[in-house]
């Protein structure tokens, strides 16, 4: 072939020699905990490596030993997860949060200031607010809208500014769909390097997943998944994703050995499989998503709609800079405020026939909650009022059923609010 194949064709073979598995189309499942050696020259080249005792030489690859260490399905499902992002390298987790968790706990120590920004997925919010603090880790936040020069004013303020050691960002956020500026922040965390320490710059990439993103080429060092969301695409695997350089990736991998939070074969057989589909599911739920969000911009009963294809440059300048500079697509994620609060929006979601009333996002059905009572429960109640996540706000995770049939059964849900 002249020209490099583009991800969505190199998932199905990517990263899988077929004569190493007796043939097989598809890279069986090696359900197996632990690996024979050859010679014990080689367990022992094999342990040097993974343990990070010395650098690889050219040429070598990383030996299998046991699958809290590496497994053939994880690498093989590593290698095909770093064409969308163009990454060195990646690391799978057996959860989306296992991932977060693991990139603050390899990167911050005692005395380090995370900043972040807001809103973030309330599991996020959970560990930064409440579990890091017991690290000694302390934490800053800043909104959407806020300039470079504000954001560098809450570093300052917060009189940790030379203890900055990562920004993490959630970008669209969940549940608003607000846009943080990618480059933006790589700008604040290289205002607060200096030599001898890089602020890292880690992003949640989740609802945009890796199609309609790429972080890394915006000045990111990692971006992370849930892989449970458009990655494993079936509602049916938890899993998380990190990916970036080889070098922080080692890190994250060591760590990850050491925790034992890694993904298991079957996950890693599962995911490989949903990468097939990928692209052909994400493109016809953005597809979906922009008629859903048609029908809900002209509903008498809806607010505010919170979807990427409704900024303007009129009324959202900078919000729509930076969907044009960072966004592939509009998504398949969209929030609205329902009239009536609370009690109107609990019949909306009880009264959904098609649509279903689960938390989560980006699987092939259709699902909807309620974020200020579900996913961001436990987010302070005045951080969730100052960001707009009211008792009416909803939010849609659009899917690849036919359009017609969510229009129709949003409309039966709406006339019954």
Not at 147 to 164: F, N, P
Not at 348 to 362: E, P
Request: charged content about 25%; glycine content about 8%; overall charge negative.
């Amino acid at each position: 072939m002249s020209k490099k194949p583009q991800p969505e064709s190199l998932m199905m073979s990517h990263g899988y020699k077929p004569e190493l598995s007796e043939g097989a189309i598809k890279p069986p499942i090696f359900q197996t905990s632990t690996f024979t050696f050859k010679t014990a020259e080689e367990g022992k080249a094999f342990f040097e490596v993974a343990y990070g005792l010395r650098e690889q030489s050219e040429g070598e690859e990383q030996g299998l030993i046991y699958s809290r260490i590496n497994n053939p399905n994880l690498e093989i499902l590593e290698d095909r997860l770093t064409l969308w992002d163009e990454a060195e390298e990646c690391a799978v987790f057996e959860s989306g949060m296992s991932a977060i968790s693991t990139v603050f706990l390899e990167f911050l120590k005692p005395g380090d200031l995370l900043l972040v920004s807001a809103p973030l997925y309330g599991g996020s919010d959970h560990f930064v607010s409440k579990i890091l603090p017991t690290f000694g880790i302390h934490t800053a936040a800043f909104h959407v809208g806020q300039s470079q020069r504000e954001i560098m004013d809450i570093v300052e303020a917060s009189g940790m500014a030379d203890r900055l050691a990562m920004i993490h960002i959630e970008t669209p956020a969940n549940p608003t769909n607000d846009l943080i500026d990618i480059a933006g922040c790589r700008a604040v965390a290289d205002h607060f390097s200096t030599p001898e320490k890089r602020v890292r710059l880690a992003v949640d990439n989740t609802y945009l997943g890796p199609l309609w993103q790429h972080p890394l080429k915006h000045g990111a060092d990692l971006v992370i998944y849930s892989a449970t969301k458009y990655i494993g695409g079936h509602s049916d695997v938890i899993a998380g994703a990190c990916l970036g350089s080889k070098p922080l990736i080692k890190r994250v991998k060591v760590l990850r050995t050491f925790l034992g939070n890694m993904a298991g074969p079957w996950t890693g057989w599962l995911l490989m499989r949903s990468l097939e589909t990928l692209k052909a599911r994400m493109d016809l739920q953005a597809t979906n998503a922009e008629r859903v969000a048609e029908m809900l911009n002209n509903h008498p009963k809806v607010g505010r709609v919170y979807y990427l294809g409704n900024l303007t440059e009129q009324k959202d300048p900078d919000q729509y800079r930076i969907r044009e500079e960072q966004c592939l697509s509009n998504g398949a994620m969209l929030s609205f405020d329902i009239d009536g609060g609370e009690p109107a929006a609990f019949r909306f979601l009880n009264a959904l026939r098609l649509i279903k009333l689960a938390v989560s996002l980006g699987s092939t059905e259709s699902l909807a909650e309620h974020p200020a009572t579900m996913t961001h429960a436990d987010v302070d109640e005045a951080v969730k009022a100052n960001l707009n996540i009211t008792a009416s706000m909803l939010r849609l995770s659009v899917g690849v059923e036919n359009w017609r049939d969510l229009c129709d059964d949003i409309e039966q849900a709406l006339a019954k609010a």
